[in-house]
């Protein structure tokens, strides 16, 4: 099994910064596309962000500019770096990777984070 653990998670005014993190652990053989998605309460689940194993990028209209994302292949480990948060950005955030668990693929999902964007 390949669990995935988010943290970095909070309350933070407008205008600042909090850094996402998301680790994987288990029977990795390799991790091919990891992604962000976020869902406010009311809303559907939408995407974030998301990186290639190459390292290609695409972002949300919404984050385009604020946001980055990146990670770790030598700690299987996905970051979201998220700046100039407005209200609108507080949801619960989670993780997504696609990963090669040797006999097949498994889409894994972290557990979720809560983003909180209040004066």
């Known amino acids: 099994q390949v669990q995935l653990v988010e943290s970095g998670g909070g309350l933070v005014q407008p205008g600042g910064s909090l850094r996402l993190s998301c680790a994987a652990s288990?029977?990795?053989?390799?991790?091919?596309?990891m992604g962000w998605y976020r869902q406010a309460p009311g809303k559907q689940r939408e995407l974030v962000a998301r990186i290639t194993a190459s390292g290609s990028t695409n972002y949300a209209d919404s984050v385009k500019g604020r946001f980055t994302i990146s990670r770790d292949n030598a700690k299987d480990t996905l970051y979201l770096q998220m700046n100039s948060l407005k209200p609108e950005d507080t949801a619960v955030y989670y993780c997504?990777?696609?990963?090669?668990?040797?006999?097949?693929?498994?889409?894994?999902w972290g557990q979720g984070t809560l983003v909180t964007v209040s004066p």
């Open positions: 997504y990777m696609l990963v090669d668990g040797g006999s097949r693929y498994l889409d894994v």
């Open positions: 288990g029977r990795i053989f390799s991790i091919n596309t």
